[in-house]
């Protein structure tokens, strides 16, 4: 079977899609959770419980991640820890083709997990007295979020997506706003610039007033990156490498560029776009400059464990910015449940054994989900390489049940949690179980059902409240 060539879309789900996708996608992140409340006074208390650090059952975990490709993920990796202990492990197919297994080591598109990266740099030149949280983006980069928006819209809006501005990501693929997958491929190779993908989203009708609601867009951090370019005079990326990246002492994590190719060993990256792109293409080559500082890491699943520790730990923030990082708004799903809580670049949710701390992403094939302990001890991380397998009903409104989401959650659960973990005194909130937001429709500005473009856990469990994209 070829994966690699362009895949027909059978007519039914090429209608729905149609009709589900006229609007503008997010498509670096797995997490699409709806409205939030307001934000709230200071740093989440949740985050002074620590989960309950069940042993790392090593044949368990080999067990729930086999699993995983048994429910018909091509190929996962991972590494978990729990203190100097760990675990890597790896299950399933790099290449559909030649059957080459996967390898815990493998490089891997981070997607939105960069978003935690750039995060903090803004959040060190904050410390430096360079950039003010919240002084409005129009003093730094006026060109770019011009006007009323420019004075009302802060940089701490930006940081935890209150400001309302809109994604870019449908107007930088347009066939997706045709429920078509053409553009993909059209711009394999393309380069584009931040200024032009920053006036996609802002071009589109704003989502909210600034500060009312929480609306993920990956548009608020590509306009962090210029807003670092203009408080330093460096370019963002080359910043990020430098403060974040060499300082927590990753060996194998960087920002692309215009370099289409992942250097170092790494699978094919599958995607199925729900269907529409059948069989699932190869999207392992591919020019990121599309996502920039919102989402073009390349990284490991262990060096995503020693960001995350380094940063829990102190190392990458002083107290007063992680405490401001840390400080989150609810974001809460359509029945008015909190499925997590965002603060500036990262998210909190609950577990089984607490809460934890990290970031999800997904790419075109590359998704990605990160958590850790508030201490940052007990930690999970996975990469996978089949996207947006998941199916929709007839009215193109609910996912179809996936046997793979369950187990990539009973997976997190055994990493995090461990065997011997003892259950909660008081009965928590489950796992988040977001929906998608409604976004505008593409000529009329109205709310209109869309799946939700997005790539991860978060997404997919969401679906079957109903089908709403962030």
């Known amino acids: 079977m070829d994966h690699t060539r362009p895949g027909r879309p059978r007519p039914r789900r090429l ?50 991640l086999r699993a995983i490709h048994e429910a018909g993920i091509y190929g996962a990796y991972s590494a978990v820890r729990d203190g100097q202990t760990r675990y890597d492990g790896a299950a399933g197919f790099a290449d559909v083709d030649t059957k080459r297994p996967v ?80 553009s993909l491929d059209d711009h394999r190779l393309r380069t584009v610039r931040p200024a032009e993908l920053i006036g996609y989203g802002v071009a589109r009708p704003q989502l909210s007033e600034p500060g009312a609601e929480w609306h993920y867009s990956n548009t608020n951090y ?19 490498t430098r403060d974040v990246i060499r300082r927590a002492g990753l060996k194998n994590t960087y920002f692309p560029g215009t370099d289409p190719k992942i250097h170092g060993p790494h699978a094919r990256m599958y995607e199925s776009f729900y269907g529409l792109i059948d069989p699932p293409r190869d999207y392992s080559d591919y020019n990121m400059t599309w996502a920039g500082t919102a989402g073009a890491l390349v990284s490991t699943t262990q060096d995503l464990n020693t960001f995350y520790r380094a940063l829990l730990k102190g190392d990458l923030l002083p107290r007063t910015q992680l405490d401001q990082m840390r400080t989150t708004v609810d974001v809460k799903d359509a029945d008015g449940n909190v499925g997590m809580r965002y603060g500036l ?103 209109a059902p869309v799946p939700p473009l997005v790539d991860a856990p978060e997404a997919a469990l969401a679906a079957p409240r109903i089908a709403r994209q962030r």
């Not at 210029?226 to 080359?238: I, N, W």
């Not at 998941?390 to 997190?412: C, I, S, V, W």
């Not at 065997?419 to 005194?425: D, K, M, N």
């Open 15 to 64: 209608r729905r899609a149609a009709a589900a996708s006229a609007v503008a996608v997010a498509l670096l992140a797995g997490i699409a959770p709806a409205a939030v409340a307001a934000p709230s006074a200071g740093p989440d208390t949740a985050a002074a419980a620590v989960p309950a650090a069940g042993r790392l059952d090593r044949a368990e975990l080999d067990r729930k």
């Open 103 to 182: 390898r815990p080591d493998f490089r891997h598109r981070v997607g939105s997990v960069t978003k935690t990266f750039t995060a903090v740099a803004v959040l060190q030149q904050s410390a430096k007295g360079r950039i003010d949280l919240d002084r409005p983006v129009g003093d730094y980069v006026p060109e770019l979020l011009p006007g009323e928006r420019g004075r009302k819209v802060t940089v701490r809006m930006l940081l935890n997506h209150t400001g309302g501005i809109n994604d870019y990501v449908g107007d930088a693929f347009p066939s997706l706003l045709k429920g078509t997958t053409e």
């Open 222 to 240: 590509l306009l962090l990156g210029e807003v670092l370019r203009k408080a330093t005079g460096q370019d963002p990326e080359r910043l990020i």
């Open 345 to 447: 670049g990262i998210y909190s949710m609950d577990t089984p054994c607490g809460p934890v701390w990290g970031h999800d992403g997904g790419v075109f094939g590359a998704g990605t989900w990160a958590l850790s302990s508030p201490d940052g001890k007990r930690q999970f991380a996975i990469g996978y390489n089949l996207m947006k397998y998941q199916r929709l009903n007839e009215a193109g409104t609910a996912f179809l049940p996936h046997p793979a989401d369950a187990a990539m959650r009973a997976y997190k659960d055994q990493a995090l949690c461990g065997t011997t973990a003892p259950a909660p005194a008081a009965k928590a909130p489950a796992a988040p179980v977001p929906a998608p937001a409604p976004a505008p429709d593409a000529e009329k500005g109205t709310a």
